[in-house]
């Protein structure tokens, strides 16, 4: 735990007793976070599971007979067809399901609060304090702009590059009898 300190402001001190009051729920939350990420993994192990018992099959009616015989249920049937006529599709590009919607919900409310945290800490600091810190924010986040700046100014180049080579030799098809 971090150290107390000694603040001239009651008003910075609530400020930064709410940014412990979030550090303390997002401990939690972030455990929360981990468990529904091992349970997604568990439903992507099944779901390989699944692909791989019904890609066992050969054809439809091998799952057919399968079930006619007992040895899959009713839900096993319906499920082995899918996977089998769409293949790794099937498994790809599922609907969400409810872990991964929690876990996508999670996610964004954990963002929203260590953003709330941040705030707190920065409202806690003095008028003076906070200038530093803008700037301070401001020179980190100038050299990743211009980095990206000159990636997409590199990226729009090679594009025009490659399309300059199409119309060239679009023009060299069309000059050709």
């Known amino acids: 735990m971090?150290?107390?300190?000694?603040?001239l402001s009651s008003e910075a001190h609530g400020y930064l007793q709410e940014a412990e009051a979030c550090s303390l729920i997002l401990k939690d939350l972030e455990r929360i976070s981990a468990k529904l990420q091992r349970r997604i993994d568990k439903e992507v192990a099944a779901r390989q599971a699944d692909f791989e018992a019904a890609m066992q099959y050969h054809s439809e009616a091998e799952i057919q007979d399968a079930y006619g015989w007992e040895f899959i249920t009713e839900a096993q049937y319906h499920a082995y067809l899918d996977l089998f006529r769409r293949g790794r599709e099937a498994i790809e590009n599922h609907p969400p399901t409810i872990s991964e919607m929690a876990l996508a919900?999670?996610?964004?409310?954990?963002?929203?609060?260590?953003?709330?945290?941040?705030?707190?800490?920065?409202?806690?600091?003095?008028?003076?304090?906070?200038?530093?810190?803008?700037?301070?924010?401001?020179?980190?986040?100038?050299?990743?702009?211009d980095d990206a700046r000159k990636e997409w100014k590199a990226h729009i180049a090679q594009l025009r590059e490659k399309q300059g080579r199409v119309l060239k030799s679009e023009d060299l098809e069309a000059s050709q009898p």
């Not at 609060?113 to 986040?141: G, M, W």
């Open 2 to 7: 971090k150290r107390p300190q000694k603040y």
């Open 105 to 145: 919900i999670m996610r964004k409310v954990i963002r929203d609060l260590e953003a709330d945290k941040r705030e707190c800490e920065f409202s806690a600091l003095t008028p003076e304090q906070q200038v530093v810190e803008l700037q301070r924010a401001e020179q980190a986040r100038r050299p990743r702009a």
